[in-house]
């Protein structure tokens, strides 16, 4: 079964998190000073509101000579730059697509000091505040060590036909950020890029001293106002980042402005990574009601879609509440927060799929039809199902793609398991999350606490037994099933790329051997 619902799809274009308006750009050199070396390849992708519009490339004669490792590292030989125009013959197209745009390179000093220092040899000014993609990497991937080109490549095993080509390399940057835009939401692309692009100004009532103990690392923040009220929680990999984002001078967010002005202080849970950081702030959301939160409070009631069959033999789809405590039948679909959601959805599968707004239930009296046809059917939105046109297997062949990508994730483990989350650079936020059925049940820090869940390790090479104590303990939360909990643990534990990328092991676990025997 498919999860594409889970935002899992491949990203097509950049988070809007990014500037609406990049130039992803990168040179070849013959050497590695500025002031002295000169550029013999520029290539460019040129991104607008997340779309890639277009890509650029010139060879650029140097009038210097090319050394020999930069042949051999680049494969650029003299013979490719002969005919190729001088800097300067290029420099008015090369500076109106950089114009209006934020500059983006990998090692962005690098490439942004070459581009300058020709243009003033061109008799141009040019200044730029570039937004660098090593440091996006380190600041959104901080588990990995190595953020160079090479490392990103190999880390998300992107595709590259010419290393060291400017086009190429171009292109990596391009890819490293779409898959940068699958994985995080818009708001930590866009802190992540703020941070690296300015420094927002704090919040009257907030001392700097706040901000500055504030860790460069995944967990979850807390925003108070001078009498200790609760007014946020939120989330990030990068802590620091991501609560300077809310003090934003554009103030994008009505709901930040807002806030900005109430906090005075601010408080912090780290965690070893973006998982236990998700996990934390949904359950802490709930626990601690904050004032300026609200997407994430608890549900008493999920809706689902429910499928059966008409006597003439179409499938009908109908929308119900479900019973929490075992939202995973096999004929349901979809899990949503309110009859309008799921209907929306609808509306949105039958334009998709030219389902029948009739067998739907969007239209008129669906179990009624008289053989008379839709009004979609009169557009030729609809082929006909509802007046015997098309027949029921056509039909229900497209109904079911349609909704099996909706289908609930069944539990692919026999058992509970336990999730290790390590965080590789400190040990001492590591930690044990029990989950059972979708159902997220503790965080633990002693291996033995397992047996007061009534649960035993099933394998023969146990974690660690001891786990130093996180700075504050999780909540225990209700068993009773979670919609927030379970998208974050089925986009985690069902993709394991994401699982690998944020170091999470899974264990197997058994009912205890003393309840066997009882």
């Given at each position: 079964?498919q999860?594409?619902?889970?935002?899992?799809?491949?990203?097509?274009?950049?988070?809007?998190?990014?500037?609406?308006?990049?130039?992803?750009?990168?040179?070849?050199?013959?050497?590695?000073?500025?002031?002295?070396?000169?550029?013999i390849?520029?290539?460019l992708?040129?991104?607008?509101?997340g779309?890639?519009i277009?890509?650029?490339?010139?060879?650029?004669?140097?009038?210097?000579?090319?050394?020999?490792?930069?042949?051999?590292?680049?494969?650029?030989?003299?013979?490719?730059?002969?005919?190729?125009?001088?800097?300067?013959?290029?420099?008015?197209?090369?500076?109106?697509?950089?114009?209006g745009?934020?500059?983006?390179?990998?090692?962005?000093?690098?490439?942004?000091?070459?581009?300058?220092?020709?243009?003033e040899?061109?008799?141009?000014?040019?200044?730029?505040?570039?937004?660098?993609?090593?440091?996006?990497?380190?600041?959104?991937?901080?588990?990995?060590?190595?953020?160079?080109?090479?490392?990103?490549?190999?880390?998300?095993?992107?595709?590259?036909?010419?290393?060291?080509?400017?086009?190429?390399?171009?292109?990596?940057?391009?890819?490293?950020?779409?898959?940068?835009s699958?994985?995080?939401?818009?708001?930590?692309?866009?802190?992540?890029?703020e941070?690296?692009?300015?420094?927002?100004?704090?919040?009257?009532?907030?001392?700097?001293?706040?901000?500055?103990?504030?860790?460069?690392?995944?967990?979850?923040?807390?925003?108070y106002?001078?009498?200790?009220?609760?007014?946020?929680?939120?989330?990030?990999?990068?802590?620091?980042?991501?609560v300077?984002?809310?003090?934003?001078?554009?103030?994008?967010?009505?709901?930040?402005?807002q806030?900005?002005?109430?906090?005075?202080?601010?408080?912090?849970?780290?965690?070893?990574?973006?998982?236990?950081?998700?996990?934390?702030?949904?359950?802490?959301?709930?626990?601690?009601?904050?004032?300026?939160?609200?997407?994430?409070?608890?549900?008493?009631?999920?809706?689902?879609?429910?499928?059966?069959?008409?006597?003439?033999?179409?499938?009908?789809?109908?929308?119900?509440?479900?019973?929490?405590?075992?939202?995973?039948?096999?004929?349901?679909?979809?899990?949503?927060?309110?009859?309008?959601?799921?209907?929306?959805?609808?509306e949105?599968?039958?334009?998709?799929?030219?389902?029948?707004?009739?067998?739907?239930?969007?239209?008129?009296?669906?179990?009624?039809?008289?053989?008379?046809?839709?009004?979609?059917?009169?557009?030729?939105?609809?082929?006909?199902?509802?007046?015997?046109?098309?027949?029921?297997?056509?039909?229900?062949?497209?109904?079911?793609?349609?909704?099996?990508?909706?289908?609930?994730?069944?539990?692919?483990?026999?058992?509970?398991?336990?999730?290790?989350?390590?965080?590789?650079?400190?040990?001492?936020?590591?930690?044990?999350?029990?989950?059972d059925?979708?159902?997220?049940?503790?965080?633990?820090?002693?291996?033995?606490?397992?047996?007061?869940?009534?649960f035993?390790?099933?394998?023969n090479?146990p974690?660690?037994?001891?786990?130093?104590?996180?700075?504050?303990?999780?909540?225990?939360?209700?068993?009773?099933?979670?919609?927030?909990?379970?998208?974050?643990?089925?986009?985690?534990?069902?993709?394991r790329?994401?699982?690998?990328?944020?170091?999470?092991?899974?264990?197997?676990?058994?009912?205890?051997?003393?309840?066997?025997c009882?």
């Open positions: 079964m999860l594409n619902w889970l935002d899992t799809e491949p990203a097509t274009s950049l988070s809007s998190g990014f500037p609406d308006k990049l130039v992803l750009l990168d040179c070849e050199t013959t050497g590695g000073k500025a002031v002295y070396h000169r550029i390849e520029i290539g992708l040129v991104i607008e509101n779309v890639l277009e890509k650029w490339q010139s060879f650029v004669d140097p009038q210097v000579a090319l050394p020999p490792f930069i042949q051999r590292l680049t494969g650029i030989s003299p013979a490719m730059l002969v005919g190729a125009p001088e800097f300067r013959d290029i420099a008015s197209v090369l500076l109106s697509k950089l114009e745009r934020t500059l983006v390179a990998h090692n962005a000093r690098f490439d942004y000091s070459f581009l300058k220092n020709e243009f040899r061109a008799g141009i000014s040019y200044n730029a505040k570039p937004l660098c993609s090593v440091k996006f990497s380190r600041n959104l991937y901080p588990q990995f060590k190595r953020h160079g080109l090479s490392h990103i490549i190999e880390r998300f095993d992107l595709s590259i036909e010419n290393r060291h080509r400017a086009l190429d390399d171009a292109e990596m940057i391009h890819q490293f950020f779409l898959k940068s699958a994985l995080f939401p818009d708001q930590e692309i866009q802190a992540t890029c941070s690296i692009l300015k420094r927002p100004t704090l919040p009257v009532k907030l001392d700097a001293k706040e901000v500055e103990k504030l860790p460069a690392s995944a967990g979850v923040y807390y925003f106002d001078d009498k200790g009220t609760l007014l946020y929680v939120g989330k990030s990999v990068h802590i620091r980042n991501r300077l984002s809310h003090f934003s001078s554009d103030h994008k967010n009505p709901k930040d402005l806030m900005s002005s109430k906090i005075a202080h601010i408080d912090f849970t780290q965690t070893a990574s973006d998982f236990g950081a998700q996990i934390h702030e949904s359950n802490q959301i709930k626990v601690l009601s904050p004032i300026y939160n609200r997407r994430l409070r608890k549900i008493k009631k999920l809706y689902q879609f429910r499928t059966d069959t008409d006597k003439q033999g179409y499938l009908r789809l109908g929308i119900e509440s479900i019973d929490t405590e075992n939202p995973a039948a096999d004929e349901q679909f979809g899990l949503f927060r309110s009859p309008r959601q799921a209907s929306k959805k609808i949105r599968l039958a334009d998709q799929y030219f389902l029948c707004h009739k067998l739907l239930g969007l239209e008129g009296d669906s179990r009624n039809s008289n053989g008379n046809p839709c009004f979609r059917a009169q557009l030729n939105k609809c082929f006909g199902a509802c007046c015997g046109r098309e027949s029921a297997d056509i039909y229900n062949q497209r109904m079911q793609t349609a909704l099996k990508n909706y289908q609930i994730k069944l539990w692919p483990y026999p058992n509970a398991i336990l999730v290790e989350e390590r965080d590789a650079q400190n040990p001492e936020l590591s930690c044990f999350h029990l989950v059925r979708w159902r997220y049940l503790a965080r633990l820090t002693l291996i033995e606490d397992l047996y007061d869940y009534g035993q390790l099933s394998g090479q974690p660690s037994q001891i786990l130093n104590p996180p700075q504050q303990e999780e909540p225990q939360t209700e068993s009773r099933f979670d919609l927030d909990v379970y998208f974050i643990l089925v986009r985690f534990l069902v993709d790329d994401r699982a690998a990328m944020n170091n999470l092991q899974i264990h197997h676990l058994m009912r205890r051997l003393e309840e066997h009882d």
